[in-house]
C-alpha cells in the first residue's frame, strides 16, 4: 500500500499550490457554470477551471457572465481530439479530468479538487483541498457499491478492496505525476472498456486516503444526513435539473437562485410541492422481508446504518487513515 511521508501540516499549507476544476460537455456546460459559482460564493480565493467541450456560443457567453472571471473557460475539445483516445460509447468529456497530469494549465498545481457538476458545495472547497495528504487520493467511500459487492471480482480488485465515488476527488499532483497514475488510468479505460470512476478505482487501489463523508454526501435513499448538513452535496441520483428524486427542497432553492439572472432556470423549477423521493424511501423499510428471499442487496441494505458508517468514515478522515478493508464487515452490513 503507496503511502507519503508525513509532513508538518503548517508547513505544507503554505508551500501547496491548489486549484479546483470541473469538466463538462455541452449538456451538462450550464450546470458545472452553476456548480463553478456555488463554489467561488462560499470559497476564499483560489484558482478554478472548467473544462469543456462542444458548449453554444451562448452557453459560454452566459457562463462568462455569471462565472465574472473568476473561473476560467477552457475548451479541451482539439487536446482530446488530437490525443487519440477512443473511450468507445462513453462521452469524451467524462474522462476530461484523467488527462490533468497532461494539460499545460494545470502544470503549475501541486493539489487538484476535482468536482462532478451535480455537486453543491456548502463550505470552503480551500478546506478540501488544503487537508494534510498520506497517498496520491483523496476520495470518499461509495457504500452504493458495498451492497454489490461482486463489483472487486468483476474489476479483478483484491478481496475486501473498497471502492471510491469519483464524484469529489483531490489529487496530490505530485504522486500522480511521479507514478504516472493518470495514465494508467487512461489505459486502463480503454483497455478495459471501463467507465472513469471503475478505471480510477483500478488503478488507485491501496493508494488513496479516506474523504470525510461531508464533502461528498450522497443520500443512499435515506433521511440521516441533509443538505443542510454537508460540506458538498452531491446528487449522485436524481438530479435537480431532472426528475429531483431525493433532491431536499433547500438545495433546489439555491440551485434557483444561482440560475436567476441565466437562461437555466426553467430547469430547476420545483416539479411538485414536495420533495420527491418518500416512495422510494418508503420502499426500502421491506427490504429486510426481500433479503430472507435470498436477495443479498436487500438484506445488505435493510442492515446499513448510514449514521454508523459516518462515523466510522468521519474518524477515519480525521487521523488521515487510509482506505480500510472490506467496510461492509466493518459496518455490519457485509
Given at each position: 500500500m503507496?503511502?507519503?511521508?508525513?509532513?508538518?501540516?503548517?508547513?505544507?499549507?503554505?508551500?501547496?499550490?491548489?486549484?479546483?476544476?470541473?469538466?463538462?460537455?455541452?449538456?451538462?456546460?450550464?450546470?458545472?457554470?452553476?456548480?463553478?459559482?456555488?463554489?467561488?460564493?462560499?470559497?476564499?480565493?483560489?484558482?478554478?477551471?472548467?473544462?469543456?467541450?462542444?458548449?453554444?456560443?451562448?452557453?459560454?457567453?452566459?457562463?462568462?457572465?455569471?462565472?465574472?472571471?473568476?473561473?476560467?473557460?477552457?475548451?479541451?475539445?482539439d487536446?482530446?481530439?488530437?490525443?487519440?483516445?477512443?473511450?468507445?460509447?462513453y462521452?469524451?468529456?467524462?474522462?476530461?479530468?484523467?488527462?490533468?497530469?497532461?494539460?499545460?494549465?494545470?502544470?503549475?498545481?501541486?493539489?487538484?479538487?476535482?468536482?462532478?457538476?451535480?455537486?453543491?458545495?456548502?463550505?470552503?472547497?480551500?478546506?478540501?483541498?488544503?487537508?494534510?495528504?498520506?497517498?496520491?487520493?483523496?476520495?470518499?467511500?461509495?457504500?452504493?457499491?458495498?451492497?454489490?459487492?461482486?463489483?472487486?471480482?468483476?474489476?479483478g480488485?483484491?478481496?475486501?478492496?473498497p471502492?471510491?465515488?469519483?464524484?469529489?476527488?483531490?489529487?496530490?499532483?505530485?504522486?500522480?505525476?511521479?507514478?504516472?497514475?493518470?495514465?494508467?488510468?487512461?489505459?486502463?479505460?480503454?483497455?478495459?472498456?471501463?467507465?472513469?470512476?471503475?478505471a480510477?478505482?483500478?488503478?488507485f487501489?491501496?493508494?488513496?486516503?479516506?474523504?470525510?463523508?461531508?464533502?461528498?454526501?450522497?443520500?443512499?435513499?435515506?433521511?440521516?444526513?441533509?443538505?443542510?448538513?454537508?460540506?458538498?452535496?452531491?446528487?449522485?441520483?436524481?438530479?435537480?435539473?431532472?426528475?429531483q428524486?431525493?433532491?431536499?427542497?433547500?438545495?433546489?432553492?439555491?440551485?434557483?437562485?444561482?440560475?436567476?439572472?441565466?437562461?437555466?432556470?426553467?430547469?430547476?423549477?420545483?416539479?411538485?410541492?414536495?420533495?420527491?423521493?418518500?416512495?422510494?424511501?418508503?420502499?426500502?423499510?421491506?427490504?429486510?422481508?426481500?433479503?430472507?428471499?435470498?436477495?443479498?442487496?436487500?438484506?445488505?441494505?435493510?442492515?446499513?446504518?448510514?449514521?454508523?458508517?459516518?462515523?466510522?468514515?468521519?474518524?477515519?478522515?480525521?487521523?488521515?487513515?487510509?482506505?480500510?478493508?472490506?467496510?461492509?464487515?466493518?459496518?455490519?452490513?457485509?
Open positions: 503507496w503511502q507519503a511521508p508525513r509532513q508538518n501540516k503548517g508547513l505544507l499549507q503554505a508551500m501547496v499550490k491548489s486549484c479546483f476544476f470541473l469538466a463538462a460537455d455541452a449538456e451538462y456546460f450550464p450546470y458545472a457554470c452553476l456548480a463553478a459559482r456555488r463554489i467561488i460564493d462560499v470559497s476564499a480565493p483560489i484558482d478554478g477551471w472548467l473544462l469543456y467541450t462542444g458548449a453554444s456560443e451562448a452557453d459560454l457567453e452566459a457562463g462568462r457572465h455569471l462565472l465574472q472571471g473568476k473561473v476560467e473557460l477552457v475548451d479541451v475539445a487536446f482530446m481530439t488530437n490525443y487519440g483516445f477512443r473511450f468507445g460509447t462521452s469524451i468529456a467524462a474522462y476530461t479530468r484523467l488527462f490533468a497530469d497532461q494539460l499545460p494549465v494545470f502544470a503549475q498545481y501541486d493539489r487538484m479538487a476535482y468536482t462532478d457538476c451535480d455537486v453543491l458545495f456548502n463550505r470552503d472547497i480551500n478546506d478540501l483541498a488544503g487537508q494534510e495528504l498520506h497517498a496520491p487520493l483523496l476520495a470518499a467511500h461509495d457504500d452504493y457499491m458495498y451492497f454489490r459487492p461482486a463489483y472487486r471480482q468483476k474489476l480488485l483484491h478481496p475486501g478492496a471502492y471510491f465515488n469519483s464524484g469529489v476527488v483531490v489529487f496530490d499532483m505530485a504522486a500522480v505525476r511521479e507514478l504516472a497514475l493518470l495514465e494508467r488510468t487512461r489505459q486502463t479505460a480503454i483497455l478495459g472498456k471501463m467507465n472513469d470512476q471503475n480510477l478505482n483500478v488503478v487501489e491501496g493508494k488513496w486516503q479516506t474523504m470525510h463523508p461531508s464533502w461528498n454526501l450522497q443520500s443512499l435513499g435515506t433521511r440521516e444526513f441533509r443538505f443542510s448538513q454537508a460540506w458538498a452535496r452531491h446528487f449522485a441520483g436524481g438530479k435537480p435539473w431532472g426528475n428524486v431525493g433532491v431536499e427542497l433547500e438545495a433546489l432553492a439555491v440551485w434557483r437562485d444561482l440560475a436567476r439572472d441565466t437562461p437555466w432556470g426553467r430547469s430547476f423549477e420545483q416539479r411538485i410541492p414536495f420533495e420527491r423521493g418518500v416512495m422510494k424511501r418508503f420502499a426500502r423499510r421491506f427490504d429486510a422481508i426481500a433479503g430472507l428471499f435470498g436477495k443479498d442487496i436487500h438484506r445488505r441494505r435493510a442492515r446499513y446504518d448510514g449514521k454508523k458508517m459516518h462515523q466510522i468514515y468521519a474518524k477515519q478522515a480525521e487521523e488521515g487513515a487510509m482506505a480500510v478493508q472490506f467496510p461492509e464487515v466493518l459496518g455490519g452490513f457485509g
